[in-house]
């Protein structure tokens, strides 16, 4: 089965840590682009950041410092880790997987769209709280 799957949510207090993993089954990650997404209650989902099939990275002005993304792909995984996390940080993340023909060749990734991911993990909620 080609899937997706986030895993690493769960509740922390305001300036901690913690790592989302998104692993992939049914399919090789490595010549994909990566991208991190979140959805606060009330809010649409946007993106946070997003990695290339070369390991170019994007990241949201929200995030910048904060986070990093990365990959695995002996273990068909990517990463996001989290620091430094703030109150606004509390949504559902999401990971999805860009393997269109133009992403690969540009050997880029954007945050500015959900439209053509061709997998989506079913998410993983992180709440930072006290």
């Known amino acids: 089965q080609l899937q997706l799957v986030e895993s690493g949510g769960g509740l922390v207090q305001p300036g901690g840590s913690l790592r989302l993993s998104c692993a992939a089954s049914?399919?090789?990650?490595?010549?994909?682009?990566v991208a991190w997404f979140r959805q606060a209650p009330g809010k649409e989902r946007g993106g946070v950041s997003c990695?290339?099939?070369?390991?170019?990275?994007n990241y949201a002005d929200f995030v910048k410092g904060r986070f990093t993304i990365s990959r695995d792909n002996a273990k068909n995984t990517v990463y996001l880790q989290m620091n430094s996390l703030e109150h606004e940080d509390t949504a559902v993340y999401y990971c999805?997987?860009?393997?269109?023909?133009?992403?690969?060749?540009?050997?880029?990734?954007?945050?500015?769209?959900?439209?053509?991911?061709?997998?989506w993990g079913k998410g993983t909620l992180v709440t930072v709280s006290s």
């Open positions: 999805a997987a860009d393997g269109s023909w133009s992403t690969v060749v540009s050997g880029s990734c954007t945050l500015d769209t959900l439209d053509g991911m061709n997998y």
């Open positions: 049914g399919f090789t990650l490595d010549s994909y682009a």
């Open positions: 990695i290339s099939n070369i390991d170019n990275t």
